[in-house]
């Protein structure tokens, strides 16, 4: 059987004569926590929408779960929950009512719903704040009920764009104890970007590194560390990429009519 859940080869995107991603190949596997890394602009924004149905390839191909995302779309928009970098909850609904609207974005049956949405709430620790206003939720909490709603219809992969960006040490270990919890419990694979090295080194079973739109280099964390000969991740990192500060990739803005063209199915 199969072991790959996402395959991806010669993946191009250009726009306007301008090459956002260029040529890459790489492939995660079942149940595999992988850490897509790279600066600002470097390409991660452009191929997670194409592998999220986002954007049309300009050519070379991709696999989720054994569809194509650019030829069915509806296919592979079942197989996966997305956790976007800027938040995207309803304050003035409660933590239950986000979880259960989004399960009727995602056509999750009335007959499983409360069930599905008490078990992770529970996960989260967030079940005796399910009546409460997410408005009234530090980061950390609205992170960790994103991260439930993403679960809601049992996708095969978890997408998480910078999930723990901006919270303290002891929130972004306790969202990373909940994400490896339910990776192991659920089987999911996760697929996530960060600009916390250290949180790559510790959490990823795999990386591939991406700058200018190519792949630079992939491994596990040792492997990458070895090859460059360096002592952490964060130095094999700037090693591979230089230490030149970059421009976004993606605005809010970008983001955002990202988030709505994905609901409108």
Same mark, same amino acid.
Do not use: C
């Given at each position: 059987m199969d072991k790959e859940i996402i395959t991806v080869k010669d993946l191009t995107k250009t726009f306007n004569g301008l090459t956002?991603?260029?040529?890459?190949?790489?492939?995660?596997?079942?149940?595999?926590?992988?850490?897509?890394?790279?600066?600002?602009?470097?390409?991660?924004?452009?191929?997670?929408?194409?592998?999220?149905?986002?954007?049309?390839?300009?050519?070379?191909?991709m696999l989720m779960n054994g569809h194509d995302p650019a030829e069915d779309p509806h296919k592979v928009r079942q197989t996966f929950g997305i956790v976007f970098q800027d938040p995207s909850l309803d304050d003035e609904l409660t933590a239950y009512e986000n979880m259960e609207f989004h399960c009727i974005l995602y056509n999750v049956p009335k007959t499983i719903r409360r069930?599905?949405?008490?078990?992770?709430?529970? +996960?989260? &620790? $967030?079940?005796?704040?399910?009546?409460?206003? !997410?408005?009234?939720?530090?980061?950390? @909490?609205?992170?960790?009920?994103?991260?439930?709603r993403g679960l809601l219809h049992h996708p095969k992969i978890l997408f998480l764009d910078e999930p723990t960006l901006g919270l303290d040490p002891q929130t972004r270990n306790l969202i990373w104890l909940? +994400?490896? &919890? $339910?990776?192991?419990?659920?089987?999911?694979? !996760?697929?996530?970007?960060?600009?916390? @090295?250290?949180?790559?080194?510790?959490?990823?079973?795999?990386?591939?590194?991406?700058d200018h739109g190519r792949i630079l280099t992939q491994g596990t964390p040792k492997q990458l560390k070895e090859k460059t000969?360096?002592?952490?991740?964060?130095?094999?990192?700037?090693?591979?990429t230089g230490r030149a500060i970059r421009e976004e990739e993606a605005t809010s803005t970008d983001r955002m009519r990202m988030r709505r063209r994905l609901f409108r199915r």
């Open positions: 956002a991603v260029d040529h890459i190949s790489f492939s995660v596997q079942k149940t595999e926590i992988f850490g897509f890394l790279g600066p600002n602009g470097a390409g991660k924004s452009t191929t997670i929408k194409m592998l999220t149905t986002l954007l049309q390839p300009t050519s070379g191909s069930k599905r949405i008490e078990q992770l709430l529970k +996960i989260v &620790e $967030l079940w005796d704040r399910r009546k409460d206003l !997410v408005k009234k939720f530090s980061g950390g @909490m609205k992170r960790r009920l994103e991260i439930a909940h +994400i490896k &919890e $339910l990776n192991k419990k659920e089987g999911i694979t !996760v697929f996530f970007t960060t600009h916390y @090295m250290e949180e790559a080194e510790r959490v990823a079973q795999r990386i591939a590194i991406i000969r360096s002592q952490s991740l964060e130095d094999a990192f700037i090693k591979l």
